[in-house]
């Protein structure tokens, strides 16, 4: 059984998602691929101790705190190619950005291949399940381009500003799949 809470945040009002014990999702109003990790119904409790503990670090998080990953009990659903992306993520620091070219050179060492698909690895970064806490925001083009943000390119910066994020050789594509 899976259970959904809501919380209203400063960037929209963000759904919240879990297994009764672990966080499985993290969604955006109007994301993209919302809730689609999920196998089954979800059933709305608002009074689980995980939805408190995720609202309490999203109110940190917010706050300009830098509450960490590992505070909570996360556990995303996917393949694990993803698994292995999302973990990549997860290692990101506050305040930093990393591209999907150098997500897809750990990947390689990761699955002992010579090379890695950028692509491949902008799906995994996209179909992330837990927005904002597996920080996927945090991943740009190699060019600086902030492309490739389920949550739409909009919300991207407004989090990178939040996380005081040197934006000075980012920019917002003229096209592209995020805007």
Known sequence: MYYSTTYPSPIGTITLACDGNNLVG?????????????????????????????????DRYFAGERPTISELPLAPRGSEFRQGVWDILCEIPYGEVITY????????????????SSQAVGGAVGH????????????????????????????????????????????????????
């Open 26 to 58: 993290l969604w955006l109003e109007g994301q993209r691929y919302h809730g689609k990790t999920m196998p089954e119904e979800i059933v709305e409790k608002n009074d689980m101790p995980i939805f408190d503990a995720a609202k309490r670090w999203l």
């Open 101 to 116: 070219g150098d997500i897809a050179k750990k990947m390689a060492v990761k699955m002992n291949k010579k090379r890695m």
């Open 128 to 179: 992330n399940p837990i927005s904002i806490i597996i920080p996927c925001h945090r991943v740009v083009g190699s060019n600086g381009s902030l492309t490739g943000y389920g949550g739409g390119i909009g919300t991207k910066i407004k989090l990178l500003e939040l996380e005081r994020v040197d934006m000075s050789s980012l920019f917002v594509p003229k096209k592209g799949t995020a805007l």
